[in-house]
């Protein structure tokens, strides 16, 4: 029995004994406040630079002159060149087709003929007049008239002379109009006759343009003009100077092709609804074989964006445009601490922006988004190049 109580008394003396010496030699935790670290800023340092404007719009290829192709006079086409076919190219002068030239031949024949009998009226009527003045040396008295002398009779005679040669000439240009050639070198739009069709005089036989050069009519903002140099053609102006280089960027076959022109004209005229100005573009040999050989031809009707190439502007700073804040403000870091800066735009646009004062050599341009950002705040500058990538370790 006195067994059973003291086992139990035991076991709470030893456990009691335990704890007092766990709790005698526990540690003492020591209590710090915990430690802020300011934000993590990307930074990057900015260098004045030479930057040159470029303006960029759209157009579509035009040809630089489009003709359409008229009969002048009738007949029967006899013969059509192989080049005279939706998409043929052609040289100047070359023979595009023919329409029958008998009956213009007939009448060149006729007309020599005319001509030859009003040449011969003139010597009858000569001789004829050189006659009667003889013979009146020898009965007359006075001076004859000049109807005696025949000359009414020679100034008709010569008047009829004039009037064939022109029926000569006027016959021997319809046979030559039979001949139907391309005034310059182009290609075929459209083809509207072919061989056995009879034209009359004004039927269209096809449409035509030139490949010399094309043309790209370009809308350009109002403020974007004041970064091209460009000539407006004031009156009174006899030349004009060279325009700005355009670049032209199609896509043809799934690839991204370019090709190289000039502003060569500003047009007149502010568009009334857009308040666009309008440049046009030449670009020369469009259908020309480039040096590599994989550049497609700059069809007309091609759709084209454009880079026109403006003036150069010195000692300025060209940010991302993600960098700007409100009121043009942006955030340098200085000494591990934030600080606002008001900016003098020149230029921005979607990706960058062109920033002609406000900043100076070396700043640390901070290019992180930040909810709240406080004059004189402290930061963790963490430098990157001008691509994002990093530079250098956290600081």
Same mark, same amino acid.
């Given at each position: 029995?006195?067994?059973?109580? +003291?086992?139990?008394?035991?076991?709470?003396?030893?456990?009691?004994?335990?704890?007092?010496?766990?709790?005698?030699?526990?540690?003492?935790?020591?209590?710090? #406040? @915990?430690?802020?670290? %300011?934000?993590?800023?990307?930074?990057?340092?900015? #260098? @004045?630079?030479?930057?040159?404007?470029?303006?960029? !719009?759209?157009?579509?290829?035009?040809?630089?002159?489009?003709? /359409?192709?008229?009969? =002048?006079?009738?007949?029967?086409?006899?013969?059509? &060149?192989?080049?005279?076919?939706?998409?043929?190219?052609?040289?100047?002068?070359?023979?595009? +087709?023919?329409?029958?030239?008998?009956?213009?031949?007939?009448?060149?024949?006729?007309? *020599?003929?005319?001509?030859?009998?009003?040449?011969?009226?003139? &010597?009858?009527?000569?001789?004829?007049?050189?006659?009667?003045?003889?013979?009146?040396?020898?009965?007359?008295?006075?001076? %004859?008239?000049?109807?005696?002398?025949?000359?009414?009779?020679?100034?008709?005679?010569?008047?009829?002379?004039?009037?064939?040669?022109?029926?000569?000439?006027?016959?021997?240009?319809?046979?030559?109009?039979?001949?139907?050639?391309? @005034?310059?070198?182009?290609?075929?739009?459209?083809?509207?006759?072919?061989?056995?069709?009879?034209?009359?005089?004004?039927?269209?036989?096809?449409?035509?343009?030139?490949?010399?050069?094309?043309?790209?009519?370009?809308?350009?903002?109002?403020?974007?003009?004041?970064?091209?140099?460009?000539?407006?053609?004031?009156?009174?102006?006899?030349?004009?100077?060279?325009?700005? /280089?355009? *670049?032209? $960027?199609?896509?043809?076959?799934?690839?991204? $092709?370019?090709?190289?022109? #000039?502003?060569? +004209?500003?047009?007149?005229?502010?568009?009334?609804?857009?308040?666009?100005?309008?440049?046009?573009?030449?670009?020369?040999?469009?259908?020309?074989?480039?040096?590599?050989?994989?550049?497609?031809?700059?069809?007309?009707?091609?759709?084209?964006?454009?880079?026109?190439?403006? *003036?150069?502007?010195?000692?300025?700073? /060209?940010?991302?445009?993600?960098?700007?804040?409100?009121?043009?403000?942006?955030?340098?870091? !200085?000494?591990?601490?934030?600080?606002?800066?008001?900016?003098?735009?020149?230029?921005?646009?979607?990706?960058?922006?062109?920033?002609?004062?406000?900043?100076?050599?070396?700043? =640390?341009?901070?290019?992180?988004?930040?909810?709240?950002?406080?004059?004189?705040?402290?930061?963790?500058? $963490?430098?990157?190049?001008?691509?994002?990538? !990093?530079?250098?370790?956290?600081?």
């Amino acid at each position: 029995m006195t067994r059973k109580i +003291l086992l139990p008394i035991l076991i709470l003396i030893i456990g009691a004994g335990g704890a007092a010496i766990l709790f005698a030699s526990k540690d003492v935790v020591e209590t710090r #406040q @915990p430690e802020i670290l %300011p934000p993590l800023v990307r930074v990057s340092t900015v #260098q @004045p630079q030479k930057v040159q404007m470029i303006v960029a !719009t759209q157009g579509t290829v035009a040809p630089r002159t489009e003709s /359409t192709l008229i009969a =002048q006079v009738a007949g029967q086409i006899r013969t059509v &060149s192989s080049a005279f076919a939706s998409g043929g190219f052609f040289e100047k002068g070359d023979l595009l +087709l023919t329409i029958d030239p008998r009956d213009y031949e007939v009448a060149v024949s006729q007309a *020599k003929v005319q001509v030859a009998q009003a040449e011969l009226r003139i &010597s009858r009527e000569q001789e004829e007049a050189d006659i009667a003045y003889q013979e009146w040396g020898k009965i007359g008295k006075g001076q %004859p008239s000049a109807l005696v002398l025949r000359k009414p009779q020679i100034a008709e005679a010569e008047a009829t002379l004039e009037a064939a040669l022109g029926s000569l000439i006027r016959a021997k240009l319809n046979l030559e109009r039979t001949y139907i050639r391309a @005034p310059y070198a182009g290609r075929v739009r459209s083809k509207n006759a072919d061989v056995g069709q009879y034209m009359g005089p004004g039927s269209p036989i096809g449409r035509i343009y030139a490949v010399d050069y094309a043309e790209v009519r370009l809308p350009i903002a109002n403020q974007d003009l004041a970064f091209l140099d460009l000539d407006f053609g004031f009156r009174g102006q006899t030349e004009t100077t060279k325009g700005p /280089t355009v *670049k032209l $960027h199609a896509d043809f076959g799934g690839q991204t $092709h370019t090709w190289e022109g #000039q502003i060569v +004209l500003v047009e007149g005229e502010v568009d009334a609804r857009s308040r666009m100005v309008y440049l046009v573009a030449r670009i020369d040999n469009p259908y020309g074989r480039s040096k590599d050989g994989n550049r497609p031809p700059l069809a007309v009707g091609m759709y084209v964006t454009a880079e026109v190439l403006g *003036k150069m502007a010195d000692d300025v700073y /060209t940010i991302p445009r993600a960098a700007l804040r409100a009121n043009r403000d942006i955030l340098v870091v !200085t000494d591990n601490r934030l600080y606002f800066r008001e900016i003098d735009i020149l230029r921005a646009d979607a990706e960058k922006v062109i920033v002609k004062s406000g900043l100076n050599p070396g700043d =640390q341009l901070c290019l992180s988004p930040l909810d709240t950002a406080v004059d004189g705040m402290r930061v963790r500058p $963490h430098k990157v190049d001008r691509s994002g990538n !990093t530079q250098g370790g956290v600081q």
